[in-house]
């Protein structure tokens, strides 16, 4: 039976340093949230302190209604996998699997059944007798995974478990753990560097950024509703324009944008993604001219850099096309957006 | 027209001029370390077998006498079992007393340095010196010997009890231990603080009790580093030659002692002996260096 983690009002001093400012977390049961953030912004260091592998400087943890705080990590209804496998070196897989149980003092001979279900589960039958040294990077996760898993705990907790990995392997293995937790319908905190993995795997994402948990959401609403600028950045946003707006009209350095709010606000941020504009020939509604600095590939597309034609030079836009599309420096062409596409960040970076 | 420029290319130099550099700038050492102590240790073994004696002739050829000599000779067997004994008790007891410490040490979280400082220092300390001072504190005319004749706890300096130059070799062994529990101890330290840190948080993150973790993860994780410290403090307790020297009674000594005694006898025709007991030493230990150069090997290749 799983539940669900909060954690609340967590901070985490190391020194003078302060790595978690007052950070609220609430996953619900049976829910798999991603915390997402670059190198040093705090994620590991929570999921730690939920572990109990480390203790917060101050606020609580609780599992359900269960406070955690006093409960050492040996005994708290978790399992943890790491960024290495971490399998034990002198043990079989089978040894590797069965450990938790057998540190409860289960007997071996009761084991084999569960083993062998384990192994099945993470697609590795016949894999009792090997040793670590002999699995690859893929299949030594697994059976990190199934050694977590056997001991059915309330909470998963998954510390960049695919980070080691090749490319493929980490499309494969996600996919994976994303079935294995619907199948056992675990709690889980699965911490994570990487914004494609965190979209494709989670229900929610909690985004940090230098100790602070930035936007917590589903993942759709950070790529199209970012709630600050960092966000939007980290998301690969590139047209972060800083402005005013005025009865729903955005502008910005002589460019006039039409949005969907009816406000009034003295700064805000228009998170505008290079993929929802499109360069036109000629001016159509809800465009506006611009010159074609320079463009570069990104995989199958091409990122196009314009400057905005206006009075006093205008800001600089990007927009993402098509790679077959026409294009040549320093030619005049207009830029098409949607105004329900115009995202306005009017709280944390704006106010 | 555009200048022409040359790009400068890093200098390499092919494998066996490399090779050759490397030979003479490690040249000075190897001639020091090839005459005095190969050349030397060669020499010793020429002269165990009869060859270049300056009492015997030795046109006869090669010999096995001085080995014959040594293995039946009462001193060399008695001081056999005793350096064996005094070399088996001391890698034992310091492994098992370092273990223990520097396990106590890993889990302690307050001034841990400090401790770890208190219990490194005489590291730096020469055996000679140890042997020495263990010597003037323990004997029977030492400091605590004095100190408990004036405060009446022992009548004059012959009643305190013999802890130095004993026949069971006790203030040999205080004296390995004084000086090898520390150097265990370090060893077991740093092995403790190296990739076991993390087979042991996920061991605790599995619900296994710290007894459990010790047993079925630490220690079988640290056990070749254990291994090869014993391996050096059994090599060298076996070997060494100032601590019985000084804290040694004169029967039996210990092998080394007994080699040196040999040596020094005013009977040349015992030098041979002495020979081949230092070429029989100096194989022995060879043999553990590559036992534990195997193990060290090992080990860096499983990790």
Redesign the interface.
């Known amino acids: 039976m799983s539940s669900g983690v909060s954690a609340v009002n967590i901070k985490k001093n190391f020194g003078d340093n302060e790595v978690l400012k007052d950070i609220n977390l609430d996953v619900k049961e049976g829910e798999l949230v991603s915390i997402l953030g670059s190198s040093g912004c705090g994620k590991t260091t929570l999921l730690r302190i939920v572990a109990g592998l480390e203790y917060a400087s101050s606020g609580d943890v609780y599992f359900g209604n269960e406070l955690q705080n006093n409960i050492s990590v040996e005994k708290r209804s978790i399992a943890m996998v790491f960024q290495k496998a971490l399998l034990f070196p002198n043990m079989t897989i089978a040894e590797n699997i069965a450990f938790s149980l057998r540190a409860k003092g289960e007997k071996v001979e009761n084991l084999k059944k569960r083993v062998d279900e384990m192994l099945e589960l993470v697609r590795l039958p016949g894999f009792s007798n090997r040793r670590p040294g002999e699995l690859s990077g893929g299949q030594e996760q697994r059976v990190s995974l199934a050694r977590s898993l056997i001991r059915n705990p309330k909470v998963l907790l998954l510390d960049e478990p695919l980070s080691a990995l090749d490319a493929n392997l980490r499309v494969e293995m996600r996919t994976f753990i994303r079935e294995i937790h619907d199948n056992f319908k675990m709690t889980t905190l699965f911490v994570t560097h990487d914004q494609e993995e965190a979209m494709a795997i989670s229900d929610r994402i909690a985004f940090m950024d230098s100790g602070v948990l930035e936007q917590l959401g589903v993942p759709e609403s950070f790529v199209s509703a970012p709630e600050s600028a960092k966000v939007g950045k980290f998301f690969g946003c590139k047209n972060l324009l800083e402005g005013k707006l005025q009865n729903g009209k955005f502008t910005i350095k002589g460019l006039e944008l039409n949005t969907e709010e009816h406000l009034t606000r003295s700064r805000v941020i228009a998170a505008i993604r290079q993929e929802d504009l499109s360069l036109s020939e000629i001016g159509v509604p809800d465009s506006f001219a611009a010159q074609i600095i320079d463009w570069q590939f990104v995989g199958s597309r091409v990122l196009v850099r314009c400057d905005v034609i206006a009075d006093g030079g205008g800001p600089t836009v990007f927009v993402e096309v098509d790679r077959f599309e026409d294009l040549s420096r320093s030619a005049k062409i207009f830029i098409k957006y949607s105004p329900r596409r115009i995202h306005l960040i009017t709280s944390k970076d704006s106010n | 027209m555009g200048v022409e420029t040359k790009r400068a290319t890093p200098t390499t130099f092919p494998v066996r001029e490399k090779r050759i550099r490397v030979l003479w700038l490690i040249l000075p050492t190897l001639l020091v370390l090839g005459i005095l102590f190969l050349g030397g240790f060669f020499f010793g073994v020429l002269q165990s077998f009869g060859l270049f004696s300056v009492v015997v002739d030795d046109s006869s050829g090669v010999s096995l006498d001085a080995y014959r000599a040594a293995l039946a000779s009462e001193k060399v067997r008695a001081g056999l079992a005793l350096t064996f004994r005094i070399a088996v008790l001391a890698t034992v007891l310091s492994t098992i007393i370092a273990l223990i410490l520097a396990i106590s040490i890993s889990r302690t979280k307050r001034f841990q340095k400090l401790i770890i400082s208190l219990t490194q220092f005489n590291i730096p300390i020469p055996h000679v010196v140890a042997a020495t001072a263990i010597l003037l504190t323990f004997s029977q005319s030492g400091i605590i010997s004095r100190v408990s004749n004036a405060i009446g706890l022992t009548e004059g300096t012959s009643d305190f009890p013999i802890i130095t130059n004993d026949p069971s070799g006790f203030g040999i062994l205080l004296s390995f231990l004084w000086k090898e529990i520390p150097f265990m101890c370090i060893l077991i330290l740093g092995a403790l603080r190296g990739p076991v840190t993390?087979?042991d948080?996920?061991?605790?993150?599995?619900?296994?009790?710290y007894s459990?973790r010790l047993r079925?993860?630490i220690i079988?994780?640290i056990f070749p580093s254990i291994l090869s410290g014993t391996i050096i403090v059994f090599a060298f307790t076996f070997g060494s030659f100032e601590v019985p020297f000084i804290l040694g009674q004169p029967y039996p000594p210990m092998l080394s002692v007994a080699t040196y005694e040999f040596y020094t006898d005013r009977d040349l025709v015992n030098r041979p002996i002495a020979m081949a007991l230092a070429t029989l030493t100096s194989l022995s230990i060879a043999f553990l260096v590559l036992i534990y150069m195997r193990v060290t090997r090992r080990e860096t290749r499983?990790k």
């Open positions: 993390a087979l948080e996920t061991a605790k993150t599995l619900g296994a009790s459990y079925k993860v079988p994780y499983k």
